[in-house]
């Protein structure tokens, strides 16, 4: 099967597209199929009332396409960013569509929280959910995960609030980015990421890496998907279906995508968009590289540099491709519309955005140049009834330390996927490098904090080996490692590592 390459980029799990006039036929019993009481549980009583008037909602809503628009921001001033957070039951309409959701602040588009470098964030998190705890980890962040800050182990139960402070180190690991918070309970996060609670994080400062970009139109490309019954997937962009992008012919802008969502791996591409790759998961390239596709799995992000098209109205749309081996691959599905129109810009020169150097020291190549201190080997299985997902044979367990490492160390670990579809890798508190993919060398110009490892196919398992760092004293502590596509971590595929302090030689 085909290998992923850093000239490629994102990817898809469990991927139905299906048309969307077979949705709307039903969806005035969303709130009682047996998906939705899956993933909402006790919430989806709470409305029932606006899915059985969901037709009527439909009829007042135009079909005339929305302009992409930008979420609202929180931003820290004198070095601190305080917000609050909410989590609770709401109403959520996504153009026709409308279902029970699980939100932060009454909003499936929750605002950006945006820092920077040696900040502190305070945010009181508070659980209105009826039936569920909940919590927050800021997906990618090289902080602390010790008690009030990046603390995955942390429960707040319904009707409780608790008051995080996340320290963003100034000197460190840590450095600007593209990020994102969403909740981590194990066993609830499935439902609550599908229900709507996922939002972007920002660490501002990429403009002193790729000067160019703070010149640019910055514009959030944030993909999130939920199922409306059995089998029928919603994409939206920025809490948009099919939204239109405007932008002026030959005009660059700086393009922050992510796949927020839960469970799905995305192909997908712009027709008529130039993209040069300037970052992955927060990580900078040494220099622009073009690139046609995208493929994102659940968490991956990608910072690019985007060239409009000649005048004219361009798909934004899935690239078809195959993830789970019993099923045939779904086919291509559009997310959006590029719009080209007005006065041709004048600076979307190539050789000016090739032109571009990464600015300041590269923490890759410190990675690539460490010695290897252990070898590890991950893998993924599950069972036969498909109920549990393992590493190592293992399901979760939140009072079990699987993997112990010595502060300082860089390891080489290997991650193994006997499973017929695709799975990810995904490890809090540090990046990693990739090196092979299915037993290809990956010359990679960037870190990542997630990557997409591919199924087992007749040819053997799908196989990913990744250099990672354990040496930014920040990290001390337990935290975790698991596939990202969170129905499997929920049912287990996850484990607990602790990185420890070197004890002092006498």
Known sequence: MRTRTTDTSVSLPRLTMT??????????????SPTALRVFGASATLMQASAATSAAAQSAVTSTPEELRQPSEIRSTGGV??????????????????????????????????????????IAFKNQLPDQPSNLHFHGMSVSPQANSD???IHVHPGQQFDYAVHVPANGRQGPGLFWYHPHAHGFVDRQILGGMSGPLVV???????????????????????????????????????????????EPQFWRIGNIGAELFFKFRFDGVQLYAVATDGHPLSQPRPVTELFLGPGERIDVIAVAAEPGSYDMHTVSFPNEAWKKPAPPQKLGTVLCTGPAASVGREAAILDQRLQGERWIDTVRASPIARRRKFVY??????????????????HRVDTIVQLG????????????????FHIHQTAFLVTEVNGVPQHQDSLHDTFSVPPAAASG?????????????????????????????????????????????P
């Open 204 to 250: 501002d400062g990429s403009e002193r890496l790729f000067p160019m970009t703070g010149d640019l139109q910055e514009r959030f490309l944030l993909l999130k998907h939920v199922e409306l019954g059995e089998g029928n997937e919603i994409i939206s962009i920025n809490g948009q279906v099919e939204p239109v992008l405007t932008m002026r012919p030959q």
């Open 381 to 398: 299985s599950q069972s036969a009834d498909k109920q549990h997902f393992m590493i190592n044979g293992r399901i979760m367990d939140d």
């Open 19 to 32: 048309n969307r006039r077979s949705v709307l036929g039903g969806l005035a019993s969303v709130a009682m």
């Open 461 to 505: 398992p799908g196989i990913l080996k990744v250099v990672i760092p354990f040496t930014d004293p920040v990290i001390v502590g337990k935290f975790v490692y698991h596939c990202h596509a969170v129905d499997h971590e929920d049912k287990g595929m996850m484990g607990v590592i602790e990185v420890r302090q070197q004890a002092p030689r």
């Open 409 to 424: 160390d860089t390891e080489e670990w290997t991650v193994v996927n006997n499973d017929q579809q695709y799975h990810s």
């Open 81 to 122: 960013l305080e917000a609050t957070i909410t989590a609770a039951p709401g109403r959520v309409q996504l153009g026709p569509y409308v279902f029970p959701g699980l939100l932060y602040n009454g909003s499936y588009f929750p605002p950006l929280l945006r820092c920077r470098l040696g900040d502190t964030m305070r």
């Open 151 to 153: 603390n995955a182990f």
